[in-house]
């Protein structure tokens, strides 16, 4: 935990929410696999050697086993080839055992990313990157939500910060984060209830011109840049919900996209880097693999 000897806001501690999660999810694994026979499977796919990667899937593998479920790990060297990890895809949506499908970004350059995202079995796409998936989010009716937007709304609903009415600003456009929690939050309704859905979102990113402007006007603000301590007291509301989604190693330390101990004087609310947003999309990945068991119990 950063230290946090001055601060003056509220930190939300994504670690124990986690936790609480897993614990609600360890229920529901238990009488799903007692009332079917079936133990949710989650199938990573790691390509190549990145350091950063291993500890993500290795993380991930490990939260499976705690709340019951199993996970199977394929390894592929780095010069693996587009046809061949389509292979691999194809294999894993063919296997009944496997309910869920985790391709680990980022893979190598000569690997066309999108064609493999995209044969991935939508029913199974537990990280929710399948255009299907993407739609029908955008619709308003999705079946999986993506793993780290749906981590930031579940921290804002277990500390009970709605969002509702709330000016909302994302900075980030990816389609890993700031797109499609932009899209969660501008819906009607969320799986959580519409307390934790219908703000008003502004989505900002590098060719936003008085981005201070913009985010000092948010109630609750969302980093989701790759830029280290990017965001500044000066550019917080205060009072405001400072969400950090950005994870940066600066020498041997981690790093957020949020100056943590300045911005803490302003702030309201705020997400520690490690500790907050982080172990959340562990759990949402687990919680999606979860939902993906039950869909194809439900398909076949
Ligand atoms: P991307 O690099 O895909 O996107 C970064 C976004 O930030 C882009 O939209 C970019 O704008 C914008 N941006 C960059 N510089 C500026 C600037 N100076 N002013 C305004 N906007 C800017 O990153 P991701 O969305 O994949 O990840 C963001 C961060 O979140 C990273 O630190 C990543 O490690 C972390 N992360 C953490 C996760 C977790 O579990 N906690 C999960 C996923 C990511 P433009 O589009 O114009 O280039």
Not at 132 to 140: A, E, I
Not at 237 to 252: E, F, L, M, Q, S
Not at 276 to 299: D, F, K, W, Y
């Amino acid at each position: 935990m950063p230290n946090s000897t001055q601060t003056t806001a509220r930190i939300l501690d994504g670690k124990a929410i986690a936790k609480e999660i897993q614990k609600e999810l360890k229920v529901d694994v238990t009488k799903f696999t007692k009332e079917t026979g079936i133990v949710p499977k989650l199938a990573a796919v790691l390509v190549g050697e990145d350091p950063a990667s291993q500890v993500y899937v290795r993380n991930k593998q490990l939260a499976c086993e705690r709340v019951g479920m199993l996970s199977e790990l394929h390894r592929l060297p780095s010069d693996t080839t587009t046809e061949t990890l389509l292979g691999w895809v194809q294999r894993l949506n063919a296997d009944s055992a496997t309910s869920g499908i985790l391709v680990q970004l980022p893979v190598p350059k000569q690997i066309e990313e999108l064609r493999v995202l995209d044969a991935i079995d939508w029913r199974k796409d537990v990280d929710a990157f399948h255009p299907y998936n993407v739609g029908l989010l955008s619709q308003g009716r999705p079946r999986f939500l993506p793993c780290t937007p749906y981590g930031v709304v579940q921290i804002l609903y277990r500390s009970q910060l709605p969002t509702s009415g709330k000016k909302v600003c994302v900075i980030g456009r990816s389609d890993i984060v700031g797109k499609p929690l932009a899209s969660m939050l501008v819906q009607r309704t969320s799986p959580l209830g519409p307390e934790w859905a219908n703000a008003t979102v502004t989505i900002c990113h590098s060719r936003t011109p008085n981005l201070a402007d913009v985010t000092r006007d948010a109630d609750i603000l969302v980093a989701a840049i790759g830029q280290p301590e990017f965001v500044r007291a000066a550019m917080v509301k205060p009072g405001a919900t400072v969400i950090d989604v950005g994870i940066n190693r600066v020498g041997d330390r981690l790093v957020g996209d949020v100056a943590f101990a300045e911005v803490a004087q302003v702030a309201g609310a705020i997400t520690p880097v490690p500790g907050g947003v982080g172990p959340l999309t562990v759990t949402m990945l687990l919680s999606n693999t979860m939902i993906a068991a039950r869909l194809q119990l439900e398909q076949n």
